[in-house]
């Protein structure tokens, strides 16, 4: 019974060691390379903001812009570089005032009108940085599909 409680023991140990799929255990922090190889490799036009926030506008919508002291609702999906999805909403949305968020989040909804679809890829010192928070390691380049619902 002992022994079958030690390899139990180490079973359970080495299932949480990492693999390709984890993000995060092991985590080696991102740079603008993998940015620039993960739109190469997704065959992606985006526009390269001063702080180094990357945008695409997929749809323009016909509302206005808003601000980044507005509240907002949006509907996303956010996943790591490597396709693997860390949070999601639903297609209604979660509405919350962009001075309450990640820095990448209070500038780059900024990009979008009401209505108005795309993609954000954001660098760690734009996200969650060299800490990371929860299930985000440091260093980890965020990508975000949005879609602007409404300022509020």
Do not use: H
């Not at 601000?67 to 509907?75: F, H, K, Q």
């Not at 990640?102 to 760690?124: D, H, M, Q, R, V």
Request: proline share 3%.
């Amino acid at each position: 019974m002992k022994n079958t409680l030690i390899v139990f023991a180490i079973i359970l140990f080495t299932s949480c060691i990492s693999d390709d799929n984890n993000t995060t255990t092991n985590f080696e922090p991102q740079t603008d390379e993998d940015i620039q190889a993960y739109i190469t490799a997704n065959n992606l036009n985006p526009v390269k903001s001063s702080t180094g926030l990357y945008y695409i506008i997929d749809e323009v919508g016909a509302g206005e812009n808003p601000i980044s002291t507005d509240n907002v609702t949006v509907a996303y999906k956010g996943y790591f570089l490597n396709g693997s999805v860390f949070d999601q909403s639903s297609e209604a949305g979660i509405s919350f005032d962009l001075q309450g968020v990640i820095a990448g989040w209070t500038e780059g909804i900024t990009y979008f009108k009401e209505g108005g679809s795309g993609t954000l890829i954001i660098p760690s010192n734009l996200g969650y940085g060299a800490g990371g928070r929860g299930s985000i390691p440091g260093g980890a380049v965020l990508v975000f599909d949005i879609n602007l619902i409404s300022i509020n």
